[in-house]
């Protein structure tokens, strides 16, 4: 009996258009300058293309061969099943309308954007990360709408025995909207209340690594022994399912609610969210708001003590790149 042979899998990761800002065409002239830039600032990971290259790790875990294009005019391999992890909307248009494709999770914002996607297209689902951003489309394309996370790197992102544990808390400032409520003015209050309680702590800001990007990360997080998490909401959140797979629980600021204005534009005011999407008690605690803190800060570390988290556990269970890589294939069957 001879076995079936493999899938091939080709991405579309395409950026969005940038608008001229000096003069018609500057965008080359801009990339280029960024390109020259780019060893004297790291802005560290950015989210869909973590989700591409982790996707693709985790295919060649699987044995499966995937190509990442840029371009919608760049065409996939015959008998290659099509994914279009990010574009805009027109450049989706053209690669869904010549192949069967799977769309998703960073190309569409509202289901208003592409009403009739799977009239005028060979779309086979719309993926979105987390069940919260899959309700969001749901009203309109209802089970063409399936959930998938990618998966995270728990082979090289393990706790080691050389990690020296210096502080009690990373706290990472993943703030979208710092100058408007409820994020305005969030962080020196938790700074404050840190120092109150007598823990000690180092801070990051989303977008301004130190000098090795997304490895500082890596290396801050494994000096602490928790990290409290300070984001408004999350489709997937692969920076902070990083840090559970250290071993690190996460102190987490969750308002339940998404905050983005630009849903305003869609019509959509109230929407249920959360910051941490793939989370239970195994990873740790939230709270809402200055007011429950102190009083989440005291269980978390009585907890964290009494040796009650396990949040690597949670990742191995349900966020490997084999895991996720062999759901992604799921989707084409779909």
């Known amino acids: 009996m001879t076995s079936l042979p493999l899938p091939r899998v080709d991405v579309y990761e395409m950026d969005p258009r940038e608008p001229p800002r000096w003069f018609k065409g500057d965008i080359y002239a801009r990339k280029l300058v960024r390109w020259a830039l780019r060893p004297f600032r790291d802005p560290g990971p950015k989210g869909l293309s973590m989700v591409t290259n982790n996707l693709k790790l985790g295919l060649a875990r699987l ?41 998703g999770p960073g190309d569409l914002y509202s289901p208003q954007q592409w009403p009739d996607m799977f009239k005028a297209s060979k779309a086979i689902c719309l993926v979105q990360a987390c069940e919260w951003a899959a309700d969001v489309f749901r009203p309109v394309y209802g089970d063409r709408v399936k959930v998938w996370p990618v998966g995270i790197d728990t082979d090289s992102l393990q706790p080691s025995a050389s990690d ?127 007011d429950d803190l102190p009083e989440r800060l005291g269980q978390f570390m009585d907890l964290l003590r009494a040796g009650r988290f396990s949040p690597r556990d949670y990742v191995l269970e349900n966020l490997t790149l084999e895991r996720c890589a062999n759901k992604y294939l799921d989707l084409f069957k779909a």
């Open 164 to 290: 020296t544990k210096r502080f009690d808390f990373l706290l990472y400032d993943k703030r979208r909207w710092p100058n408007t409520p409820p994020g305005l003015g969030f962080i020196e209050p938790c700074l404050e209340e840190l120092c109150r309680q007598g823990y000690t702590w180092q801070y990051l800001r989303y977008g301004r690594y130190p000098r090795g990007g997304v490895r500082a990360f890596h290396q801050m997080a494994r000096e602490c022994r928790a990290m409290l998490f300070v984001c408004e909401n999350e489709t997937q959140g692969i920076a902070y399912n990083e840090v559970l797979s250290l071993g690190l629980p996460i102190l987490a600021w969750d308002r339940q609610q998404w905050f983005d204005p630009e849903r305003l534009r869609f019509g959509m005011d109230f929407v249920p969210a959360t910051s941490v999407p793939y989370f239970d008690e195994r990873c740790g605690l939230t709270f809402r708001g200055y």
């Open 63 to 103: 044995g499966v061969s995937c190509r990442v294009h840029r371009h919608a005019w760049c065409r996939s391999r015959p008998t290659a099943q099509v994914g279009i992890v990010r574009g805009p909307i027109d450049q989706c248009r053209k690669i869904a309308e010549r192949v069967p494709c799977v769309i």
